[in-house]
């Protein structure tokens, strides 16, 4: 019974995931890709950080090593899987989710706090809030501009798909909150199942009270169910 | 087997924003340059062995959809000229 937090080479919040999903007594352990996945996993991470160097394009190289056919199995058998920020770019480099991160319509690596809207609040990342909720979580990063074809976008949006979208502190999602350039404002978007989530924020990084702000509890707590 | 040398061209789609090119467009101009718009590719050339220039076509543009392009936001060119 654990999470598999999966370390690539050039992984950076592995260890963070680890201690806010420890907190959440939610069993955790970091997992080296070439070991692949324990045969325990009760859920999947692909965390944030910058695998091989986002040579190619971030994430590009992690989705195609061995161990995603691995996370591909457990996510098709309803195992939770969440990427996070580099994780996220995975996530769809590897078609577990639909679209593309890719450079900041400011050309510029950005870390600042954002505001997200709850959009969906009927899946296992965010029934603990409510939708339509604000919350608040940090973005690090250079290629978070979400792109997808208006037709496919048209679909995700019909189907409730977008897990969460950029906005003001009144849930506006306007271009000014908009960090990256995304479409829509997407921040976050499911895979084919509700278990299968990708999101450029943070969340592990506003999960420890002494940090100040645990809003990404929420999502996390998804591990502990 | 021929050798050949498979050059691949990526470039994002047509209407996918370019923030690198438009900012490489922009030091251009600082420089002086007059430009009316400017497009980036990634080029890759792939020396291989093949039975035909067809054939060796055909595996670069496997290459190109599983791993050198992202289908969601590129376009690609494949070209095979014997090395």
Known sequence: MTVAVVQFGGSNCDRDTVQALAHLDIDAELVWHEDGLPADTTGVVLPGGFSYGDYLRAGAMAARSPIMGEVRDAADSGTPVLGICNGAQIGCESSLTPGAFTTNESARFQCERVNLRVENADTPWTEGFDEGEVVEFPIAHGEGRYEIDDGRLDELEADDRVLFRYCDEDGEATPEANPNGSKHSVAGVLGDRDSVAVLMPHPERVSLPDIGHTDGQGVLRAFGE | ?83
């Not at chain 2, 370019?18 to 009316?36: S, V």
């Not at chain 2, 054939?55 to 936001?73: F, Q, V």
């Open chain 2, 1 to 83: 087997m021929t050798p050949y040398t498979a050059t691949v061209e990526v470039r994002l789609k047509h209407g996918v924003l370019d923030p690198e090119a438009e900012t490489t467009g922009r030091a251009l101009e600082r420089l002086g340059f007059e430009l009316e718009d400017l497009r980036a590719a990634d080029l890759f050339e792939v020396d291989l062995d093949a039975e035909s220039a067809e054939d060796a076509a055909e595996r670069a543009g496997e290459m190109a959809e599983r791993l050198l392009a992202n289908p969601t936001i590129h376009d690609y060119e494949v070209t095979v000229e014997e090395r």
